[in-house]
């Protein structure tokens, strides 16, 4: 039998690399392949244990080289079935395409933490009866009651707590996001989070709270962690930082504003900011040295368990705990399974090596939850682990200095080649991910893990047992000094180096160059793989040639933002909308793409008018992106034509306005000077129409405009409208 263990390394990596493989295919494979695959997984399994036992009794390598490869095979399989099968499951739990926009009476309670804002209340609800007839929804929903207006102002949302059963009547659609290159992807998101319909309930008579508590026994988590939101809360009231001491306490990072998490990027401490590996490991081994020290003391406990076996299990509880209280998030699980393994091992006094334990969280997370790998967390957080893994992997150490001085100096120096190397390692990964790289991170990260990890989040947690709102308010004490710091970090003009998407296979050269850099000092040439690296930045996405255009209409649900990109100029056409008072399309979806796409500034911006589903996306546009001019219908006193003027040129379209770029032509035929006089006509019969015309082709971008101004535009020069391509104007 020990055949087939030696080759359980392959087996596991095969395994995870098998469900997450799956996840990047377009539609699930039929059932006739997958059967075949279980036919595969069999012959693989019995394959390795023939090859074993041969090995076994005739000690033949030849056979035992076999084993692994056989092992691997099989479980890559199993993999890829399993996923197949988690996915066929929930993708079943549909929302039937004609009950889209019917109202439907649902009772369910409500299993996560309810999210108040000025607008309304997002939370989710997990359906337990449906009382319309013939009802049909999936069993989570993602829903938002949104406050309704009464007397000029907004009326309060009923107060929605979690555990809470609820009669509501809700009108549902099936998942839907927007769908852009290099964008998040709500609708993975909503599969990974098993939300298999979105909706929002309807002001109705029928809605009322069943019962307080449902009492379900996954409903007392949810519960506790609200209670311990509301006192961390009450005991900051107004503070600035309270969200993200919410959030390392007990998991939600929703009450921070995007402007912190702005710095936590510009700084590359983000991974902080949630219940990571580090802060996790830290809890079990305080709560098992402490356990320990108590039970070393006990002759009654010790003569029936040995103390280390007591610590192992203490600190594992302890962690198990704090992980489902911070809502279970992966780098948590992560941590938390490889310490079921490494404590699984030393009950059983086989403990194993932690590349092992490494491999087996793999497997187990992504058997937990076969979407882990859709999730940017996932790659980082893995990565990192396995990084160090591999840098310190058979290494040997000189012994340690007798001098307390010496001790603490290598340990400083020892964290200091550990984040070096993450910050080098993680590059390629993070310029794939988000296309930047904080360049302020190792600083950043020296300054932030000590405090953050030691400091703040023990007093965030001690705040939970401890009486009184003391521990809260040093832990948000602590964080501010840390922040002013981050602050000055953040606002360094050279924080992070942006560019845009590398190609696939600058990123595998690159990870080639990264295991080459961490390789043991006797392999040569280490520096060499600081070169493999160069094509993540060199190999830039072509432009187009030069009397030629791409034009792409992003998806920014209701509204617009068009990018025209000639050889060496690009125009933004509308920025989208403004979705919350902290985001928008501008910072969600075409800042990213300009990113991705080696964008890194405009030559020119027009805003057709001053709707806020075209123009909402401007503002955070113009914070983040360099703008040469500006060009829109909006009224002379309008914050983004005062933002603009201060930036660049910023002026009024007119019909007849006319320039050239690269063999591109681009003519503004809407509106004429005469319709800024005429306050009887909408902002949206102003929009700026503009038509741009190539050797190949033209398009004409219109805004919002109405009947009454297409008819006089049609009356005025019929003949200019003619194109290849038409934005449709108005909805």
Not at 261 to 289: D, E, K, Q
């Amino acid at each position: 039998m020990t055949m087939p263990i030696a080759g359980l390394p392959f087996a596991l990596l095969a395994f995870a690399v098998g469900a997450t493989s799956l996840q990047w295919m377009a539609e699930l494979p039929a059932p006739q392949l997958r059967a075949g695959l279980l036919v595969a997984v069999g012959a693989g399994l019995f394959a390795a244990a023939v090859a074993a036992r041969i090995a076994g009794r005739r000690a033949a390598p030849a056979f035992a080289a076999v084993v692994p490869g056989c092992m691997a095979c099989a479980l890559f399989a199993a993999g890829f079935v399993y996923a197949a099968w988690r996915a066929d499951l929930r993708l079943g739990d549909a929302l039937p395409p004609d009950l889209e926009g019917a109202d439907i009476v649902v009772v369910g309670v409500i299993d996560d933490l309810p999210q108040p804002s000025t607008r309304g209340t997002r939370f989710t609800l997990a359906v337990e009866q449906v009382e319309s007839p013939g009802g049909i929804v999936p069993t989570r929903l993602a829903l938002t009651w949104y406050a309704r207006e009464q007397d000029g102002g907004l009326a309060a949302v009923p107060a929605l707590a979690a555990g809470a059963r609820w009669q509501l009547v809700v009108r549902l659609k099936r998942p839907h996001g927007t769908v852009n290159p290099h964008g998040f992807d709500f609708e993975a998101w909503l599969l990974q989070n098993d939300l298999r319909a979105t909706g929002y309930v309807r002001q109705d008579a029928r809605n009322r709270c069943v019962s307080a508590f449902a009492g379900r026994w996954r409903d007392y988590v949810p519960l506790a962690r609200e209670s311990l939101r509301h006192r961390i809360h009450a005991a900051l009231p107004d503070a600035p930082y309270a969200g993200v001491i919410a959030a390392l306490a007990i998991g939600d990072q929703r009450a921070i504003p995007e402007s912190q998490w702005r710095i936590f990027n510009r700084t590359g401490i983000a991974h902080l900011i949630s219940i990571s590996g580090l802060h996790v490991t830290v809890f079990a081994a305080l709560a098992g040295a402490l356990a320990f020290g108590v039970a070393r003391r006990s002759v009654r406990l010790t003569t029936r368990m040995p103390a280390r076996r007591i610590a192992v299990a203490v600190g594992f509880v302890a962690a198990a705990a704090y992980v489902l209280v911070a809502g279970a998030q992966i780098p948590a699980v992560r941590t938390l399974l490889m310490l079921a393994v490494a404590a699984a091992g030393i009950w059983v006094a086989r403990p194993g090596t932690a590349a092992l334990a490494w491999l087996w969280a793999l497997a187990l997370v992504v058997a937990w939850d076969p979407w882990a790998g859709l999730t940017p967390g996932f790659w980082l957080s893995f990565g990192a682990v396995g990084l160090l893994l591999y840098a310190h992997a058979g290494r040997l150490s000189a012994p340690p200095p007798a001098a307390r001085r010496g001790r603490a100096g290598r340990a400083l120096a020892t964290a200091a080649r550990a984040q070096t190397l993450i910050f080098v390692g993680l590059v390629p990964m993070t310029l794939a991910l988000f296309q930047q790289v904080s360049v302020v991170a190792p600083v950043a990260n020296t300054l932030a893990i000590p405090v953050v990890t030691f400091g703040v989040v023990p007093l965030a947690l001690a705040g939970m047992a401890l009486p009184g709102a003391w521990c809260w308010q040093l832990a948000h004490a602590v964080l501010a000094i840390l922040m002013r710091m981050l602050e000055a970090l953040a606002a360094m003009p050279a924080a992070v180096w942006e560019q845009h998407a590398p190609p696939l296979w600058a990123v595998a050269v690159a990870l080639i160059g990264v295991a080459w850099v961490a390789a043991p000092r006797a392999v040569p040439g280490r520096w060499l793989g600081l070169i493999c690296m160069l094509p993540l930045a060199v190999v830039r996405p072509p432009p187009p040639a030069t009397g030629t255009m791409r034009m792409v209409v992003l998806d920014v649900d209701q509204g617009l933002a068009v990018v025209v990109q000639t050889a060496t100029h690009v125009l933004l056409y509308d920025a989208g909308p403004r979705y919350t008072e902290d985001a928008d399309a501008g910072g969600r979806i075409v800042v990213p793409y300009l990113r991705a796409t080696g964008i890194a500034r405009l030559d020119g911006l027009v805003v057709s008018h001053q709707d806020s589903d075209h123009s909402g996306g401007a503002s955070t546009l113009l914070q983040t992106v360099p703008v040469d001019w500006f060009a829109s219908s909006l009224p002379a006193d309008n914050a983004l034509v005062a933002s603009m003027r201060e930036h660049g040129a910023a002026i009024r379209c007119e019909a007849g306005q006319r320039w050239s770029w690269d063999g591109i032509r681009f003519s503004v035929l809407h509106p004429a000077p005469a319709h800024y006089r005429n306050p009887k006509l909408s902002p949206n019969d102003v929009s700026c129409v503009v038509r741009v015309d190539s050797a190949y082709g033209s398009a004409l971008l219109t805004g919002d405009l109405e009947a009454r101004g297409e008819d006089e535009l049609v009356h005025r020069d019929a003949a200019a409208l003619k194109a290849d391509v038409l934005v449709v104007p108005h909805h």
